[in-house]
């Protein structure tokens, strides 16, 4: 008689469970390294929430900056010590919702838009769920989106553009009140272009190991000298023309 056609006991049938269940049991440990540079940018996006309570508004934006460098630095760091993870990868897209979803929000909310009532809170909102919405298009677009191309502003470059303005108003004596309506347009239009369709490069695709004309070298050493002067306005205004380059770049489609 075939053994195929006996019935197993439940005995029999849990054993089986448990000794499936085993082999598909996932990985307890975590790489350290990448996961430690994310850590730090999630601690930099915090500590601009809390700057930003405490009324010190220069350090929050600074915060915003060094959790952008943090965060470009944990992916890398992955991929050259091969310990690129699932776990990884979502602790990384956690960490910029507030890096650069929660933390430019609330900080604007505080410096500029609290006087402006519900009007303030609605534009702030507005910007937290397009970044929230944006890390969830990104994610499911692993894979798929063009190498050299975004679909929607980054994450990070929009919480840039919202943390260089309040960096420089605040280095140059502008206070927030003053600047309330235009932050109640800028916030939000920036949180729409994140989820919007337009097309920004994403410079995955430069040759950093190749040869360059020597007066691009210059160039740099121009800019490095611009942001050792005026860190604020430069980053302030790199980023906005960032901005405005995926959209100049809708009209020219449109008029051609």
Known sequence: MSTDNVKKS???EIEDVDLGDEK????????????????????????????AMNGDFTHAAVAVFIAMVLDGLDGRVARLTHTQSA????????????????????IVFTWALAPL?????????????GA?????????????????????LPSPAAAA????????????????????VLMAVIVPVTGLLMVSNVKYRSFKDL???????????????????????????????????YGLWGLLGVFIKLIR
Not at 90 to 106: C, K, N, Q, R, T
Not at 168 to 173: E, P, Q, R, S
Request: proline share 4%; glycine share 10%.
């Open 87 to 106: 776990f990884g990868a979502e602790y990384d897209s956690l960490s910029d919702m507030v890096s650069f979803g929660i933390a430019p929000a609330l």
């Open 24 to 51: 598909k049991q996932p990985h307890r440990g975590v790489y350290l390294l990448p996961n430690l540079f994310t850590t730090a940018a999630l601690f930099s996006g915090f500590y601009s929430i809390i700057a």
């Open 207 to 241: 040759d950093l190991k190749g040869r360059v004309p020597f007066a691009m070298l210059l160039i740099g050493v121009l800019v490095l000298v611009l942001i050792a002067l005026q860190p604020a306005l430069v980053m302030m205004g790199g980023f906005c023309l």
């Open 161 to 180: 553009i919202v943390a260089g303005i309040i960096w420089a108003a605040n280095d140059n004596g502008v206070s927030g009140d003053s600047l309330a």
């Open 117 to 129: 009532g519900k009007i303030g809170w609605i534009a702030a909102f507005i910007y937290a769920v």
């Open 132 to 152: 929230a919405l944006r890390l969830a298009r990104f994610n499911t677009m692993l894979g798929v989106e063009e190498k050299r191309y975004f679909t929607g």
């Open 10 to 12: 439940p005995v029999d």
